[in-house]
Structure formats: C-alpha cells, structure tokens
C-alpha cells in the first residue's frame, strides 16, 4: 500500500509517505513554505495543509496523487466534542469544521487524490505509532505519549504487542502537561507552542524554590494519569514582556522555570512507573511534544524504570503524519520497517549542487578530501555551513544542515548564538565520534538524535568549554562510520589536528528562520551571516573569495 500521512490540525504541517510498511519521505512544510512552524496552532489556520510538503514526498517517490490508496489523517474530529474542557469554547468547532473538510481541500490542493480515501487516525494513536512502530530493534513495548492536546486528551499510555496498541491510559483534558509548560513559556515571554525548548536552558540557570508549589498543582494520579490545577505565575514570578531582552529576565524567572521542569520530571517518571508496573516491559518508545524535552529524557533514562528508551526524532505534531501512515500499514496487515534514521527530507545530487553555484555566479572549488578541507578550516576556528546529503526530520540539525565551530573556544557560544541571533543563555551543541563518546560523556549511547543530555566528564570540561552548558551538561549527537560516514570523517579528520573527536554542531538557520532546507536557503544563510566556509556537497565556497574586493 502506498500511505500518506498529514499532520496539520495544530501546527508543524508535515507529510510523510510509506509505502508497503516502509518510510521512504518525510517533511515539514516550514522547510518548503519557510515559516517557522508552518502556521500557529490556531482553529483559524487549521485549514491549511503542508501542500508543498506532500507533493515533493509523492515527487521523490516517483508516484502520481492518484496512485496513493490510503491518506491517513492525523486527527479524528469526531473525538472532539464541542464542549471538550479546555478547547476554545468560541472557535473550537472551526477547527473541527476544517478537519471535517480536509479530505476535500487535499483533492483541491492536489489533483488525482481520492477523497474517499482519507482515514481520521486519533492524534495520539499517531503519536503513538511513530514512536513505537518506528522505532529500531523489536517491535513490542510500552509507549508513553504527552503533548500540549490531542481532541480530547493530552496524555496516552500504552502498550504494543504483535504491532497492536493497546491504551491502558489516557489523560482527558484541560489537565495537560503540555499546555502547563505552555503557559510558563509564554509568561516568560517566549513564543508559546514554538519557544519550550528555551525555557528548559532556562532553567539550568535556577534552583527549583518554587517546587513545593508546583507540587500542589501538579500531581500524578493512581490511574496512570495526572492532575494540573490552574496556575497563578504571577504569583511566583512577575510576567515577562514578549522580545524585551534578555535584560528583563531575572532569578525569579530562572527559579520558576527550573521548578516547573524539575515538577514535569517527577510526573513523568511517576507515569512511566506506573506503566512499567502494568506491563513489566523493559523496552519504552516515546512520542508528542513533551518527549523533545531532553532533560527530562535523561532523567527517565537514569532511574532505570526501563533498560531501553528510545524518542521519535520528530516527536512533535509533524511526526503524527508519520505515525499515522504506519498505523494504517500496520492495520493493514503490512510488516513493518523501522524507521531508517532522521535523514528523510529534500536531497541534490552533485549536478544539481553545481548547478545552483554556478547560477549563483559565486567562486567554488571541489576538493579532494572534504572533511579535511573542512576539519583545516575548523581546527582554525573558521565557522562552517554545513549542507549534506537529505536534510533532517524533525527540528534537530542532525549533521545535514548544521553549522559547525570548534569546540574548544569558550567564546564559540557567544560568536555562535550572535551569528544566529538567539538569546546569550542558550546552549549550542555537540556531536561526538560514537568511539570517543563514553571517555567524555555520561549517559545513554548511543545518542544519535539529541534527545538527552549528558553530563560531561569533568576532564574535559574545560577542553570543550564551547559546548558544556551552565550545569555541567551536552545534549550530544553520536556519529557512527555505519549511520554517517562523511561526519565521521569530519570528526576523526578534526581529531587528528586538534585531539577532540568533538564538533560543535548546531541548526543551520537564524533566529525565527526554518532550518535551512535547499541550496538557495544556504547561500542565503552563507550571504547573510558571518560564516567563514560553505561546504555543500562535495564543493566548497569560502566567504573571503566571494566577498573579495
């Protein structure tokens, strides 16, 4: 069966297409339509569809619209009641309207599709199958999914045996971990449904003294579920104004983000015990918004409730486009294949490359050996784009579209974060030869997409001053020669010249910009930013001979 997948009721529109219970395309519409996110998580833009996104996956695959046999949709409207608790009472119908309405605008947005073939598959069974059905190794074990909102739900647990889910638990909203975290995001002053991952680097920076009221308002239940009783933020910290500055932000904020993150750990391992208990599997897969918060992975990971866990990449909404495909395959009867890694986005070949540069009339040289082209251009703490290969799903830069530093230069955080325009708090990441990675740091490997974080071993604290966050951690990226061969060339080639098997490793974009995605995208970047090499495909293009005289 040839399956597409659409996620695009709340925000990240995203496609993706398996064929006979193989992944072989998926894409978020902000790559193609270059705005962050795609959309807002309003009922006013659930209409839009991730157009782009499905076309290039039905382009890539070679097939036409109207060989697809099945479009799996994910979000049941049906299960949305108007007077859900916790939806907007005024447009929440809209939203269900659209939804109702989205097998017909797909047909409009791309001819040959068979509205009749559209199936509704629940937000968080999509969720829920692209961690547990995607995931490497044996298909059976446990699945933990949590997110801001589902149609009626924010949290599923749940168990897979023979391919089969089976729920066991399920949070009914407005209680939500997701939208709590939400909240604080947005009181902070951050762009809630966008700016979470900023709040916990925040917190690294607080100690957690308003835990005991967090305590009161935020609780597991005997169920396998929680409670979140309404919070008063600015009781506990004053409001912070949207793009004041860092200025504006004081301990208070920094507190109170560190005690909703320590709060939101607790609940988590409280529910992941809880579900153990059910089942006694060893084995966790994990899905929705709430598993990209890496510190909390790695504190699940450490109390050793399961000896294996393993994170959708895209664990967001974008990845239930994914999901929902593999349930209908797996319903289906089909086998299913793991996912095959990150890597399953937009790609050129050589020809194409060059035919971008010389169109772009810029200067560019094909070396013999690029990785030790670039490693020469790292080692004297040159930044680099870096543009390989198919770009990343889901919102890490995963060694595609990345930009590379040396490690090694305690100022490389700042230089980084100014050349991309963000917030002097946040971190910036590392990616390690998977050989090297246990002398330096500490917890789960392999690591191959940047969901936990890692305390860094104190000897080489200072050796890679760069990439140690305030509280002595790295979310890392192990490389292996198997899963990448070119950045494991890059890495041995820059350890070889300076002895750290470690590269800074963070998104190729600017603030509030997509990851870069297409050769334009990264000439664009290169032009714009102060970056000191492009190496996309096999070609390098330096900054002082484009820009010389």
Known sequence: MRILGINSIFHDPAAALVVNGRVVAAADEERFSRRKHGKR????????????????????????AGDIDVIAYSYDPRLAARDTPGHDQHWEQLRTLYAQRAPYFLATALPGIDAGSFRYVPHHIAHAA??????????????????????????????YRDGALTSLSAQALPHSLGLMYEELTQHLGFLRSSDEYKVMALASYGEPRFLDEMRKRVRATDDGGFAV?????????????????????????????????????????????????????????????????????SRLAE??????????????????????????????????????????????????LAARLDTARIPYERPDDLAAVVADALARNEIVAWFQGRSEWGPRALGHRSLLAHPGHRGNLERLNAVKGREQFRPI??????????????GPLPSPYMLFVHRVRPDWRDRIAAVVHVDGTA???????????????????????????????????????????????????FGSAPVDLLAIGPYVVRRREVFAG
């Open 41 to 64: 998580p309003v009922p006013f833009s659930a209409w839009e569809l991730p157009e782009m996104a499905a076309r290039w996956c039905l382009e890539h695959a070679g097939i036409e």
């Open 130 to 159: 692209s961690a547990a059905l995607a995931a490497p190794g044996p298909g059976d074990g446990d699945v933990l999914v949590l997110d801001g909102r589902g149609e009626a739900h924010s949290h599923l647990s749940g168990t």
């Open 229 to 297: 009783d309404p919070v008063d933020w600015g009781a506990l910290a004053k409001a912070r104004k949207p793009d004041c500055g860092i200025t504006e932000m004081t301990d208070d904020h920094a507190d109170l983000a560190a005690s909703v993150q320590a709060r939101l750990e607790e609940v988590i391992l409280d529910l992941a015990a809880w579900l153990q208990g059910r089942t006694g599997s060893r084995r966790l897969s994990m899905a929705g918004g709430v598993a990209l918060n890496c510190v909390a992975n």
């Open 303 to 352: 109390a050793g409730i399961y000896d294996e866990i393993w994170v959708q990449p895209a664990a967001g909404d974008a990845g239930t486009a994914l999901g929902a495909a593999l349930h209908v395959a797996q319903e289906a009867g089909e086998p299913i294949e793991p996912m095959p890694g990150a890597a399953l986005g937009r790609g050129w070949d050589d020809r194409e």
């Open 429 to 442: 990441a590392p990616m390690v030869a998977l050989d090297h990675a246990a002398e330096i740091f500490e």
């Open 475 to 525: 979310r890392i990226q192990t490389v292996s020669p198997a899963d990448d061969p070119l950045v494991a060339d890059l890495l041995e080639a820059f350890r070889v010249r300076t002895g750290l098997p470690v590269v800074v490793n963070t998104s190729l974009n600017t603030a509030g910009r997509p990851m870069v995605d297409d050769p334009r995208d990264a000439l664009e970047c």
